[in-house]
């Protein structure tokens, strides 16, 4: 069944589509082997290892080229254990043997004579982090993104207007992925996305946005973005994983990055990293500190139809957000033996905020045919009710990981254990009084809330690689996550000079829930074809409990996730995937808490702690394609879900609404992604990448139907100049089209981003000025219509700051490349 219901989504919205991408891969595997076709087969080998540590590099690029003309006539990529094998003929030719951040080598007098069956290169090592040494001129960095053909890697550095921001910002800018108003994260469209730290959950991340603006860009190195994880990775996250890497060097000696920011509004950060490895030992320290005052605005107006009577309230917000935030990390990498390592850090962030935000409520009647509008509200009378908040979030993070390799390349087992405390306390004040004619009369109602929650986390996890043949591995392991959450919720009222409880508003809310998991994953490769199958099994035990009203919900149950990806290369440097994954969506604590926000009191948003997990089967086929310019890669993705957590609104008898997340639908979300990085000379490099998807929801509440059918689309393209000796400008422009949602739609939003840099003191300083959301675009825009209910929703919780950056390095050179085959390069393969 769900086979044909793919089957005619993908017929009815994508038929173009898929004929125009099958059509492309036909055509450039002709063009390749046209261009590429070698009179005899005779197998290029070679290994390509890290010259410092001795390891394989996987996914580096290796190029062959006549020796008479210089001519490109066959290429690869190196497999997971740093093995290439290319096609060659008889004749004379020179390799060059290339890697992101590491030296290109060049493999001279590469002689192949006729009747020979294979050519070993032997082993290739590349040193890391060292600029060329050859005569040639030095035109740009290492790209922002690299692309496989499921991972794509961001480089945080190389993106100019990330310096001074946070993690919020950084993944704005990371292909597929946007981040709304309110802090929400999606890829390809959906919210339901995995974000880990180091390949772990995190008490870095929070409950919420608050925890993802906390991380200074400086502490991030770079992005990966999984969008059909394999068995390997855990099943949470329907629309994929992003794994956010903290910086650790490796080099010899100390050496670090120091880093002063300011901007308008308030906006100011110190950042460092330093890095000091001797012997068998290597230290390292990231520190940041970031603070911001930020204005916010915005209004919803609403409307409640009774007959021929309308009651319309326009409600406005404008406020001030301040925060401070303080990251601290440290760690020791020891190697225990030779080929044992035992690493050790913890992390201590402290982060308080405070917000003023008064809320205006201009209420009106109409009557009739009386035009009606938000314009047409008076706004003479109004009631105004204004919260004062401050809220404190430490966070303790400890970790503990061993590797040991095996004598057997490629043979590795891994454990870790992490250990997490993170705590929130928000204490509010509201006042609520009516203004007549604009003149104040007087405070009626006088509140307060306290919202205490902690949270613990210990995770357990245990990896084991056995490689079978050369070119066949095995992969087992076991995980086990216990997390348990506690929230304390109260709002009393001043009734009389005595606080009293507001019962419907207070309770005590605990949430345990227990993930033990195991995998297994066979992969091959039989020449330029490879496939890896995997199983995973995952036990949850979850159990929520309202303490005050005694309402307990235990629940367990055991799923599997299984996960294919198969592999084909083709001549011309041209890869196609195809993969599947089921995955799972956990309900968030904040949809499972019923007790979440209280600044708005005729506007509740609440959690439901009986939500049910959502389940995805996703389905992908993607190809990329290598010119010595640039790439270009495609993926068709569709997913089918069940049991869809849907936000509904609805009327309160006394007129107050409260939004709720329920589950009420199944969706079907196909689409077709598109990538490309484009370097048509050494000054100027272009990028951008755009997703097209048609979303349908089928599901109906207390008989309403609640069904959409929408296509939407989102995108971007970026320029980087470097118009003048050791400077660059970046432009960049988003742009989000609308999106249909139950019972209302998302308005389209556009984004401009603008930086300039300029590197000094011997290239060892760098200044950048970045304008992130230059034209102040970026709003939570949406509406909302029944036939008894009226919304829209215009709100802004924070400008986007321009930010001037000073970054100093010690001992560290600045990454550049010499020009290859364009920036933004894709990496090949998939997982094994």
């Known amino acids: 069944m769900i086979l044909s219901h793919f089957v005619n989504i993908i017929l009815s919205t994508m038929r173009h589509i898929i ?59 190196t497999d997971d254990k740093g093995v290439f094998t290319i096609d060659a003929s008889p004749g004379k030719f020179y390799a060059v043997v290339e890697f992101l951040s590491y030296s290109p080598k060049r493999i001279n007098n590469i002689t192949i004579e006729a009747g020979q069956k294979t050519v070993d290169l032997g082993t290739i090592p590349l040193s890391a982090d060292a600029i060329a040494l050859e005569t040639v001129e030095i035109v740009g960095q290492k790209s922002e993104t690299t692309f496989a053909l499921d991972k794509r890697v961001f480089n945080v550095g190389k993106d100019l207007s990330n310096r001074g921001g946070t993690a919020q910002d950084i993944l704005d800018n990371v292909p597929s992925v946007t981040v709304d108003i309110d802090g929400g994260v999606s890829l390809r469209g959906s919210s339901n996305v995995r974000i880990l730290i180091d390949g772990k959950p995190s008490g870095l991340i929070g409950t919420g946005a608050n925890g993802l603006r906390s991380i200074p860009a400086n502490m991030i190195d770079r992005v990966e973005v999984i969008t059909n994880p394999s068995a390997r990775y855990e099943a949470e996250g329907m629309s994929g994983i992003i794994n956010i890497i903290l910086k650790k060097d490796n080099k010899a000696g100390i050496n670090g990055s120091f880093e002063v920011s300011g901007g308008w509004p308030e906006n100011y950060g110190l950042g460092a990293n330093v890095n000091y490895r001797k012997g068998k030992s290597n230290f390292f320290v990231n520190y940041g500190l970031n603070y911001n005052n930020n204005p916010s605005e915005g209004y919803t107006y609403q409307e409640f139809i009774n ?14 957000r301040t925060r401070l935030a303080n990251s601290f990390r440290a760690g020791m990498e020891f190697e225990i033996a030779k080929n044992q390592t035992l690493t050790g850090s913890f992390l201590y962030r402290y982060a308080e905020s405070d917000n003023e935000t008064p809320i205006k409520y201009y209420d009106h009647e109409f009557y009739g045919n009386e035009p009606r509008g938000r314009n047409l509200v008076p706004i003479l009378d109004y009631t105004q009710r204004v919260e004062n908040e401050k809220e404190t979030s430490p966070t303790l993070e400890y970790n503990l990981d061993y590797v040991k390799r095996y004598k057997t390349e490629g043979r590795e087992l891994k454990a870790s254990v992490q250990y997490s405390n993170n705590d929130e306390t928000e204490n509010a004040n509201y006042t609520e009084g009516f203004y007549e004619n604009g003149i104040f009369a007087g405070n009626d109602l006088i509140q307060q809330s306290e919202n205490a929650e902690k949270q613990k986390n210990i995770i357990f996890t245990t990896d084991y690689v056995h490689p079978i ?10 995980r086990t996550q216990l997390r348990k959450i506690g929230n304390n919720y109260l709002v009393e009222e001043l009734v009389e000079n005595n606080w009293e409880k507001i019962a419907a508003f207070s309770n005590q809310f605990k949430y345990n829930e227990d993930v033990h998991a195991a995998y297994a994953i066979y992969g091959t490769k039989v020449k330029k074809f490879s496939y890896q199958a995997g199983l995973r099994a995952e036990y949850t035990g979850l159990r929520t409990e309202l303490i005050e009203t005694a309402q307990v919900n235990p629940r367990d149950f055991i799923n599997l996730f299984p996960s294919g990806h198969i592999n084909y290369e083709f001549a011309g440097q041209n890869q196609v995937q195809v993969s599947y994954s089921r995955r799972i969506q956990r309900p968030r604590f904040w949809d499972l808490n019923p007790f979440f926000t209280f600044a708005d009191n005729r ?25 010595e310019k640039g790439n270009i890669g495609t993926s068709i993705f569709w997913r089918h879900t069940t049991d869809v957590i849907q936000r509904v609104t609805n009327i309160n008898p006394d007129g107050t609404t409260l939004t709720q997340p329920l589950n009420l639908a199944t969706s079907d979300n196909a689409g077709i992604e598109f990538l490309f990085a484009y370097n048509p000379n050494k000054w100027l490099r272009l990028d951008g990448n755009a997703n097209i998807f048609r979303n349908i929801i089928e599901g109906a509440y207390e008989g309403a139907d609640l069904s959409a ?10 320029s980087r100049i470097s118009f003048w000796k050791n400077a660059d400008l970046q432009t960049r422009f988003n742009y989000r089209a609308p999106v249909d949602i139950p019972q209302g739609q998302q308005k389209a939003q556009y984004i401009v981003d603008i930086a300039f840099s300029k590197d000094f003191w011997k290239n060892n300083a760098t200044f950048t000025l970045a304008a992130r959301d230059l034209f102040n675009s970026r709003r939570r825009n949406t509406e909302i219509s029944t036939d008894e209910f009226y919304q829209r929703v215009d709100q802004q919780w924070r400008r986007a700051p321009i930010v001037a950056t000073v970054n100093y390095r010690l001992n560290m050179k600045k990454e550049r490349k010499k020009p290859g085959k364009g920036d933004g390069e894709f990496e090949g393969g998939g997982e094994m």
């Open 307 to 320: 007959g021929d009577t309308t009651s319309a309230s326009h409600i406005v917000r404008d406020g001030v």
């Open 19 to 77: 004929l125009f991408l099958f059509t492309i891969l036909l055509s450039s595997s002709v063009i390749g082997q046209q261009s590429g076709s070698l009179p005899t087969a005779i197998l290029m080998t070679g290994l390509v290892t890290e010259e410092s540590s001795g390891n394989p590099l996987e996914f580096t690029t290796v190029s062959l080229f006549s020796l008479r003309d210089s001519s490109l006539v066959s290429g690869g990529l």
């Open 709 to 718: 059918d929408s296509y939407s689309w989102f995108g971007r393209i970026g």
């Open 603 to 627: 506007n509740i948003f609440s959690g439901n702690p009986n939500l049910n997990p959502e389940f995805t089967n996703s389905y992908e086929i993607g190809h990329v394609k290598y010119w």
């Open 469 to 478: 043949s050369k070119d066949s591995k095995f992969e087992a392991g076991l």
